[in-house]
């Protein structure tokens, strides 16, 4: 695989392989610190964090803490504190203990799933830790995605190298993980030509727990809607910038249906010179081979949610038209698990030496 | 409005004023049978014909009706006959036996909602009607919209002048009618300079009624999935046809979404020019001024199915990507309306001289 | 028909014929001021209202009207402003304003679809109307069902000689519509022994356009749950006085399901000596037989809300168990429609000598 | 406790300690053979045996299984065969075939999940087995909840004695295994004066896996609906048997809603004396102190399906209503997991002497 994107973000050879820094039981466990648990991307790290041998989260951060019913925010027992015959909760506190626990030592490692905005400020009360002191950080949230303070854009299928030695972490968007996986091989090879349309629908999760009349059961239900379509979308400036020296720009059409969990992605761009449908297979094929979490599919298969749902597996299919003028990349990914707090989980196996499959699930829970 | 798209498929400019050929109420009742009445399409027609006061359903062909469970098909009283203290019920017979009853002049239309195949294989015993005598025929299926056996393409905002003097009506496709409305004002304007790349999502209804594990409740709910995406879809050449002489070659990626009702479409094609989004924007809702069911929204407003559920409306919008190069249109319809049911009233209004809109909700039901 | 239970609750007999009052088109429009509209209730009376030949919707009362996006309250075009060549569309005004333009005589019935406490608040400021002057009121809130303020219960089903000379109704609430429905024939025949279970699952609707997190798509959203199981619901007073003379204790276990509309109730109570499932039956259908909007159904089918969506009927089925020792009721409503906007025009229909079907769906849209 | 039900149906105790028979680790793997392995509880059997250090999955059992098209069957790589890098997959053999295998010892533990009726069928054929040899057998359909053929009842929490010795095991229904927790510690009590109502409803995969049109999504979706209500539900005798000497009649009234996964289920019985709603708590709590699987919620808690998806828990809250004079146990289970493959898994567990918790998941997948 020649790496002609690797100058224009982070550095180095994008499908490294998976083995060397890689063994199955590091020592040590990561003390977690969980900002921003009770969010959908929160609670989810949350739970898969339960079935990692590695990692142990200590503490959760809630904005407003005291004065929220957390057993509403906290469903089936997943603090723990709930669950019949559990163990003893999880400490619930303000996101700025929580950044005092880190400071203590108590914690290591910090894993922010805050809404955007938020995770960037209370950094700014922590300056000396951009010089690679302080925890750990992966921050879910897009406050960092563009490379400020230090932060390494995390997406192991293109940028593990970097990721590997990272202290700190900017975990991709939902749309632009499955956007850029769509269009990465393509891309590598220099086989686009010019602009790219991205068409893409999401489940309610992708759109946070806050209380809108417009996710509301009874308005979202039965309806599916485009959402800032045409505008400048978070997501656009992060593919244009993860799929760099491909110099391509990125239009997108964000849509939301009623499903709670999922994300299905059109990507669609001029193909440099006509190829064949077995052509850009055989490419993608080649450039995911070793990869845990990329599927892709044979012909005549197309990606659907449920084939991911619960999964950190991205599934992708690839398609020509118009004679081989156009590239059509379809992807399936679960927004709350690879867009979000599986990829989270992904990169911290990265940075602690796990295998990075480690507590993941790549199998689905279709229903 | 130049008609640059009119020699290409049935002949004469596009947007005809509504008026002339219209009265409010045209002398004499239509009397209907339906064929295919059990299905999403069959029962949406016989659903809106009640509400008309000049389309009378007089018997209902479904095949093999005496072996099925006709509550189970036509729940909530629809055919009259379960409906307290209601009409006595209507008659439901075969295919063969409703086409004798349109020879013996009980029925002088015939509205098929049959699936495709049927309708055409039914018509080769009645030759003789191809040369304008025999009933009034509106097929909802895809079997006649090629022009064969003298049918007329049933889209009302491009083929209007066709419609009206026409004795057989190919009503469009559910995803044709969205694609077409999205796309036919830049088409006509000569605005389009290559290939159409059209991505849409469907309610499941839109997969029809034969019990298949694909659309099960368990399958389909909380489950996005592309389905023959990249595959012949038959609704592109319908597209192609329509948009005539632009001459584009169109290709479409169809998606399904757990929700009953619904599509919503994006119709992606690089713009001769760079056009500006204003100048777009004006040149759709000049064209569309008139139209009754289109509606073009303004800056800042999308579509989404919710706002056109139980309506003959689609809403359109238009945007401008990548700097003028491209052009998105979006629209949504309600797949079972304007994309079925509702699109062969409005087909009827036209061949018989009633108010385009009579009998036809405008408003959605949006819950 | 022995009417046992009219003494305790309005008088007069209950099963009174619909004939004498009624004529097919009186005389003059009633202009109606409709407070609450942008909730489910109000839009749906809205909707309604549309198909209605004698009321005008003259304007809408929304609570902070001025900052609110109307846009989002009244999705497709249902104020008629936003629908495209629609009329000019209606005034959105405060509720004060809107009792002013009562007192003015802009408009002669008030129709409130405001939350429970709020439409009583308002009418506190109008002490001269409940002399019998002022504009007629339906109030659809839980303000006014015990009779205070000279309301009758408007449940025409039971109370049709006192709603067709009132001047004031309260609707009934959704639940108890149901509940009332299915226990009334037995209990008026004295055939109950002892205390009524009532299990309910209702659509998301019912509780509310309020924007709350337990309502929010994600969660309501595969999720059957319980709310105040056991409580003092407010619906449980409104049953046991409805069913009156009876003296019956009724517990009553509300849940929510996730769908748009819709009650499916089952009632449980205890019969005096044990009766056969015809024998029940019998009464049922007799009881009902010139009801236009209850269907008691045969033996082997059961109601179901897909049955009622969108229809002003209720669907009733009843069981007898343990050796005819208990009675089950089961109903099926819509809670938009028969269970509030539809029973609320059923009511002004009576009040105004209308047919009592007159613009209300007795079939259903079950999709 | 008093066990006063335990003589009429398996015997002894039963609300047995955990600890004396189980150990974290026992010596050897249980090679199973999955009959039934494409419908939902036969998949997530498959899914949650994955997780568990003692059971491996040798085969799947699929009735015309070179007929049909797998990767259908089994979405998301649930075989291991589709995913990516992924073990081989697992063999798809005949039920015949699979008995075979048992026969020569390829696999010594057969868990059916076939429909009713099937596997009684299959068995007939190795009559010899029922003398106690032959493989390890857990049933989860109701062909042998009557005790036929030597099978115990599997419901841990009030059987586990019987459980742990069993060499087959009749897995409980998924409604009957809520309604028995729900009334089993007021009934062995001595509590229930009379005959119990039982409410309940539950996602559309407790339909099982045919394509039906009653099950399609379109039908489906947004309607809740009886069916078999008052009927001879199979269900009936699992429970009356279960809570035994108590000797209540039981109706049952079964409700589908638009959900995959769930059951809320409401039992109503009449208390023998007034009892207050502590009092009641108190022997719940007390009841299924030490139960791992079984949560009493505290007072103002309800269940909700949500809380328990994915989990292997049943929540159970109980009320008072009349004033005392009646029992309301509410309980909320995922129908696939406690009510099927996770119950399968737990007896396994029981009878494999392994932690009864082991590979089972307490906390829910709320969304």
């Given at each position: 695989m020649k790496s002609s994107l690797t100058q224009s973000h982070p550095k180095g050879p994008m499908a490294a392989s998976l083995a060397p820094a890689q063994v199955e039981k590091p020592e040590g466990i990561a003390k977690i610190g969980l900002l921003g648990a009770s969010g959908y991307s929160g609670l989810e790290f949350l739970r898969l964090a339960k079935r990692h041998p590695g990692l142990q989260v200590v503490c959760l951060g809630v904005r407003e803490a005291a004065r929220r019913d957390l057993a509403e925010f906290f469903p089936g027992g997943l603090t723990g504190a709930s669950g019949p015959g559990g163990a003893p909760g999880l400490q619930v506190i303000e996101p700025e203990e929580l950044l005092a626990e880190a400071a203590n030592g108590v914690i290591d490692t910090i894993v922010s799933a805050l809404p955007h905005g938020v995770c960037k400020q209370l950094l700014a009360a922590m300056p000396e830790w951009e010089r690679g002191i302080g925890p750990r950080i992966v921050d879910l949230s897009g406050d960092h995605r563009d490379g400020a303070g230090g932060f390494v854009y995390g997406l192991p299928e293109l940028f593990r190298n970097e990721v590997r030695p990272a202290h700190r972490?900017?975990?991709?968007?939902?749309?632009?993980?499955?956007?850029?996986?769509?269009?990465?091989?393509?891309?590598?090879?220099?086989?686009?030509?010019?602009?790219?349309?991205?068409?893409?629908?999401?489940?309610?999760?992708?759109?946070?727990?806050?209380?809108?009349?417009?996710?509301?059961?009874?308005?979202?239900?039965?309806?599916?809607?485009?959402?800032?379509?045409?505008?400048?979308?978070?997501?656009?400036?992060?593919?244009?910038?993860?799929?760099?020296?491909?110099?391509?720009?990125?239009?997108?059409?964000?849509?939301?249906?009623?499903?709670?969990?999922?994300?299905?992605?059109?990507?669609?761009?001029?193909?440099?010179?006509?190829?064949?449908?077995?052509?850009?297979?055989?490419?993608?094929?080649?450039?995911?081979?070793?990869?845990?979490?990329?599927?892709?599919?044979?012909?005549?298969?197309?990606?659907?949610?449920?084939?991911?749902?619960?999964?950190?597996?991205?599934?992708?299919?690839?398609q020509v038209q118009h004679q081989g003028g156009t590239l059509v990349g379809l992807a399936a990914i679960d927004n709350l698990v690879k867009g979000a707090a599986g990829q989270a989980m992904q990169n911290l196996n990265c940075m602690l030496g796990w295998l990075e499959t480690t507590g993941l699930p790549v199998e689905a829970t279709p229903w």
């Open positions: 972490i900017a975990n991709p968007g939902c749309y632009a993980t499955a956007a850029i996986l769509a269009l990465a091989p393509a891309a590598e090879a220099g086989w686009l030509s010019g602009p790219v349309t991205v068409s893409a629908i999401s489940g309610v999760t992708g759109a946070g727990r806050a209380a809108t009349l417009h996710t509301s059961f009874a308005e979202a239900n039965e309806n599916a809607s485009y959402y800032r379509a045409g505008g400048d979308h978070a997501h656009i400036p992060e593919i244009e910038r993860a799929l760099g020296q491909a110099n391509l720009s990125v239009a997108f059409t964000p849509q939301l249906v009623p499903m709670n969990r999922g994300i299905l992605l059109t990507a669609v761009a001029p193909l440099r010179q006509g190829k064949s449908a077995a052509k850009v297979r055989e490419l993608y094929e080649g450039r995911y081979a070793s990869e845990p979490f990329v599927r892709v599919l044979t012909s005549g298969q197309w990606p659907s949610t449920r084939e991911v749902r619960g999964s950190n597996r991205c599934d992708l299919s690839v």
